[in-house]
């Protein structure tokens, strides 16, 4: 359409303003109250067009604005004509007969009416009210105590300075574990937690949101200081016992403390109420029975000055000193076996237990000490018996193993004197086996019994001459008891027959001691009835352990014959014999 002002438009446009206008604005310049004006918005600062009319009859058209609240139209533009005292409403141009309005502002707000002339002589009036939006600006967040105690209140308000209503509240809390999550109830612009908790812990954001745009505020770290709370011990290694908590001497043991607060708990040990360690985790190396005691952990808020303690009791095990022993007594007049197996000491005592390694495990378990008893008659030779110790300490049962045995063969008596025959001594002996064979000299009569060689010592005397010791050996194993004897005897002598030599030959004469329990010692006598002393030039003496030889060198015929005697002598006795030389003169 040509909007060129041509003299019949012209005239038409002033008859217009001088009459139809005024005339118009006067006689309705304002619509009923029930007919509906249809609404545009418009948002700051961004533009909107009004439209009056379409199609390509439009021969002329007004726009006119009108202030909500007022009745005085103000003339806006016609045809391809902006006034420039409307810039107030912002920066108007025309497209074709549609009102552009750009860089809207909050007075750009009211009734906008465009009269329009057709071609044909028709003529409309249309209205548009423009209601101008603002944008909500970014909202700010503000907490009036990001750093609450737990279970106080806490308001947060979210406010945006500029924003047409109704604008809606939408609030988000985010932490790593959770990420974002809506806050429930978060609807408003103020978010009030009348109890804080830990739980609500985290960076809060609030979104807010009108017909225009969405705004988030920045974040806000809401930090709800706690606790502690009551504190948590964690003992490696883990051994519970009836009154708290055990470990075995020389181990590690790690005691680990947790009481939830914020700020983190600040962890004190203290050991039967001494301070020992400042820290969460507090390790002992290699832990000692003297480091049986109550440990107590302390946590402690050091921001609210609050803390919390748990105590526990470790009690230390450890083992007996030494290594167990296991022994076989006789026992019940030596017709039974006593098996013992003790270990006695530690903390808590070992529990022993015999199990003959053919049999099931069903004895009983004891403390520190356990007895079995055998019937000897009825133990084979060699048999192993097995005692199994347990104790916290051990990893695995240790074993002490006892073999039941009998030595072979039987016991050996002998006597023995001492030089000066003034003591005899009687040895009894049976070494070997378990328990040991226990000797006794004549039932008892005589000293003590004891095991496996019983030495008894007398004073010589010749009332023990024939005299029968008797050793008897007692073992569980022998229901008939092995004995051995001696007899003390007085030496017996035999000698050789009575000798002659030729004048000038040497003698020997020899003395044989029959086979004796008691060693004796064999003497000389010449034919002068004097002790012959050995080495002596004229006699030689040669002596063995049962005999001796008597050599009378070059024998002279008027000096050396006659009795020669060889004596014996022992503890119990003393025998002698003579001996008839022959010296024989070679004259005769
Ligand atoms: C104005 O109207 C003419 C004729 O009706 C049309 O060709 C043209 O596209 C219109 N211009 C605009 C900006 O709408
Ligand atoms: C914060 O706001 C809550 C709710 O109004 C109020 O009870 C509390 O006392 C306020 N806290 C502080 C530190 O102002
Ligand atoms: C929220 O903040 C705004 C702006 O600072 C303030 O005007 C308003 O009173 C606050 N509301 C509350 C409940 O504190
Ligand atoms: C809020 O509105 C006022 C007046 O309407 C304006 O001066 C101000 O620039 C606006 N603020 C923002 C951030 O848009
Ligand atoms: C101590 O206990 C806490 C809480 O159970 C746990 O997170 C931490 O890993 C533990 N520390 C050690 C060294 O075991
Ligand atoms: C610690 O206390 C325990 C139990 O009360 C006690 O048996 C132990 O002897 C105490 N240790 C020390 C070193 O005082
Ligand atoms: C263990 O043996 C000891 C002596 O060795 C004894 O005093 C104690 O009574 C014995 N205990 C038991 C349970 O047999
Ligand atoms: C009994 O056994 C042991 C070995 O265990 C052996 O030395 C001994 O000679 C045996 N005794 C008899 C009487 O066989
Ligand atoms: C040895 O000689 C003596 C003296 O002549 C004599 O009495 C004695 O009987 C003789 N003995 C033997 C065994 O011949
Ligand atoms: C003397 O002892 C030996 C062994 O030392 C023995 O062979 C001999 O028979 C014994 N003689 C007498 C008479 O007992
Ligand atoms: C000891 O005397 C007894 C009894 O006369 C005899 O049987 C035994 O063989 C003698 N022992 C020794 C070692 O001579
Ligand atoms: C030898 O024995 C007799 C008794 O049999 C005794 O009278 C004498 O004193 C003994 N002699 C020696 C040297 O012991």
Same mark, same amino acid.
């Given at each position: 359409m040509?909007?060129?002002?041509?003299?019949s438009?012209?005239i038409?446009?002033?008859?217009a303003?001088v009459?139809?206008?005024? $005339?118009?604005?006067?006689?309705?310049p304002?619509?009923?109250?029930?007919?509906?004006v249809?609404?545009v918005?418009?948002?700051?600062?961004r533009?909107?067009?009004l439209?009056?009319?379409?199609?390509?009859?439009?021969?002329?058209?007004i726009?006119?604005?009108?202030?909500?609240?007022?009745?005085r139209?103000i003339?806006?533009?016609?045809?391809n004509?902006?006034?420039?005292? $409307?810039?107030?409403? !912002?920066?108007?141009?025309?497209?074709?007969?549609?009102?552009?309005?750009?860089n809207l502002n909050?007075e750009?707000?009211g009734?906008y009416?465009?009269q329009?002339f057709?071609?044909?002589?028709?003529?409309?009036?249309?209205?548009?009210?423009l209601?101008?939006?603002?944008?909500?600006?970014?909202?700010m967040?503000?907490i009036n105590?990001?750093?609450?105690?737990?279970?106080?209140?806490v308001l947060?308000?979210?406010?945006?300075?500029?924003?047409? !209503?109704p604008?809606?509240y939408?609030?988000? &809390?985010?932490?790593i574990?959770?990420?974002?999550m809506?806050?429930?109830d978060?609807t408003?612009?103020?978010?009030i937690?009348?109890e804080?908790?830990?739980?609500?812990? !985290?960076?809060?954001?609030c $979104?807010v949101?009108?017909?225009?745009?969405?705004? $988030?505020s920045?974040?806000l770290?809401?930090?709800?200081?706690?606790?502690?709370?009551?504190?948590f011990?964690?003992?490696?290694?883990y051994?519970?016992?009836?009154?708290?908590?055990?470990a075995n001497?020389?181990?590690?043991v790690?005691?680990?403390?947790?009481?939830?607060s914020?700020?983190?708990?600040?962890?004190i040990?203290?050991?039967n109420n001494?301070?020992?360690?400042?820290?969460?985790?507090?390790i002992?190396?290699r832990?000692?029975?003297?480091? =049986?005691?109550l440990? =107590?952990?302390l946590a402690?808020?050091?921001?609210l000055?609050? &803390?919390?303690?748990l105590?526990?009791a470790?009690?230390v095990?450890?083992?007996?000193a030494?290594?167990p022993?296991?022994s076989?007594r006789?026992h019940?007049n030596y017709?039974?076996?006593?098996?013992?197996?003790?270990?006695?000491?530690?903390?808590? %005592?070992?529990?022993?237990?015999?199990s003959?390694?053919?049999?099931?495990n069903?004895?009983?378990? @004891?403390?520190?000490n356990?007895?079995?008893?055998?019937?000897?008659?009825?133990?084979?030779?060699?048999?192993?018996?097995?005692?199994l110790?347990?104790?916290p300490?051990?990893?695995?049962?240790?074993?002490?193993v006892?073999?039941i045995?009998?030595?072979? !063969?039987?016991?050996?008596?002998n006597?023995?004197?001492?030089? #000066?025959?003034?003591y005899?001594?009687?040895?009894?002996?049976?070494?070997?086996?378990?328990? &040991?064979?226990?000797?006794e000299w004549n039932?008892?009569?005589i000293?003590?019994?004891?095991?496996?060689?019983?030495?008894?010592?007398?004073k010589?005397?010749?009332?023990?001459?024939?005299? %029968?010791f008797t050793?008897?050996?007692?073992?569980p194993?022998?229901?008939?008891h092995?004995?051995?004897h001696?007899?003390?005897? @007085?030496p017996v002598l035999?000698?050789?027959?009575?000798?002659?030599? %030729?004048e000038g030959?040497?003698?020997?004469?020899?003395?044989?001691?029959?086979?004796?329990?008691?060693?004796?010692e064999i003497?000389?006598?010449?034919?002068?009835?004097?002790?012959?002393?050995?080495d002596? #030039?004229?006699?030689?003496?040669l002596?063995?352990t049962?005999?001796s030889?008597?050599?009378? &060198?070059?024998?002279?015929?008027?000096?050396?014959?006659?009795?020669?005697?060889c004596?014996?002598?022992?503890?119990?006795?003393? @025998?002698s014999?003579?001996?008839?030389?022959?010296?024989?003169?070679?004259?005769?």
């Amino acid at each position: 359409m040509d909007y060129g002002l041509t003299w019949s438009s012209l005239i038409i446009f002033c008859f217009a303003i001088v009459y139809i206008l005024p $005339t118009f604005l006067y006689a309705q310049p304002f619509l009923s109250l029930n007919e509906m004006v249809p609404e545009v918005e418009g948002v700051v600062k961004r533009s909107v067009e009004l439209h009056c009319a379409e199609g390509d009859a439009i021969s002329m058209f007004i726009w006119n604005f009108i202030k909500f609240g007022t009745d005085r139209p103000i003339p806006i533009a016609h045809n391809n004509r902006v006034y420039t005292e $409307t810039s107030f409403l !912002g920066d108007i141009h025309l497209k074709n007969s549609t009102l552009v309005i750009e860089n809207l502002n909050l007075e750009s707000e009211g009734r906008y009416m465009c009269q329009c002339f057709y071609s044909n002589g028709d003529f409309t009036t249309v209205y548009v009210d423009l209601k101008i939006l603002v944008p909500v600006t970014t909202p700010m967040l503000q907490i009036n105590n990001s750093t609450p105690v737990e279970g106080s209140p806490v308001l947060l308000n979210c406010s945006a300075k500029n924003g047409t !209503g109704p604008i809606s509240y939408t609030w988000h &809390r985010y932490t790593i574990h959770e990420g974002f999550m809506p806050v429930p109830d978060g609807t408003t612009s103020v978010l009030i937690l009348s109890e804080a908790k830990r739980a609500h812990t !985290g960076w809060y954001t609030c $979104t807010v949101r009108n017909a225009v745009n969405v705004e $988030t505020s920045g974040r806000l770290y809401l930090d709800v200081i706690f606790g502690p709370d009551e504190p948590f011990i964690e003992i490696k290694p883990y051994a519970v016992i009836e009154k708290g908590f055990s470990a075995n001497e020389q181990e590690e043991v790690t005691l680990n403390c947790s009481a939830l607060s914020n700020p983190p708990s600040h962890y004190i040990w203290f050991y039967n109420n001494s301070q020992v360690y400042s820290g969460q985790i507090y390790i002992i190396p290699r832990i000692s029975r003297s480091q =049986t005691g109550l440990y =107590t952990c302390l946590a402690k808020n050091n921001l609210l000055g609050t &803390r919390t303690q748990l105590t526990v009791a470790i009690t230390v095990f450890y083992l007996p000193a030494g290594s167990p022993v296991c022994s076989a007594r006789s026992h019940n007049n030596y017709k039974e076996v006593a098996l013992s197996c003790s270990w006695e000491g530690g903390h808590p %005592l070992v529990q022993v237990r015999w199990s003959e390694s053919s049999e099931a495990n069903h004895m009983k378990m @004891s403390n520190s000490n356990a007895t079995k008893i055998l019937t000897g008659a009825d133990i084979q030779n060699g048999s192993s018996y097995t005692c199994l110790i347990s104790h916290p300490g051990l990893q695995n049962d240790v074993r002490c193993v006892t073999t039941i045995s009998i030595p072979s !063969g039987g016991p050996n008596c002998n006597a023995v004197s001492t030089k #000066q025959n003034d003591y005899i001594m009687l040895t009894c002996e049976w070494p070997g086996g378990l328990p &040991r064979v226990m000797l006794e000299w004549n039932n008892k009569e005589i000293g003590d019994s004891k095991e496996s060689s019983n030495i008894h010592v007398l004073k010589s005397t010749p009332s023990y001459n024939n005299k %029968l010791f008797t050793c008897i050996a007692l073992h569980p194993m022998n229901s008939v008891h092995k004995t051995c004897h001696v007899r003390l005897e @007085s030496p017996v002598l035999e000698t050789s027959q009575n000798i002659s030599v %030729l004048e000038g030959n040497d003698a020997q004469i020899g003395c044989f001691l029959r086979s004796a329990n008691l060693t004796a010692e064999i003497t000389w006598f010449n034919n002068k009835n004097k002790e012959i002393t050995p080495d002596s #030039q004229k006699y030689g003496i040669l002596k063995g352990t049962n005999w001796s030889t008597l050599t009378i &060198r070059e024998t002279e015929w008027s000096i050396d014959g006659g009795f020669y005697q060889c004596s014996a002598f022992n503890a119990v006795g003393n @025998s002698s014999n003579s001996i008839w030389l022959q010296v024989n003169s070679m004259y005769e």
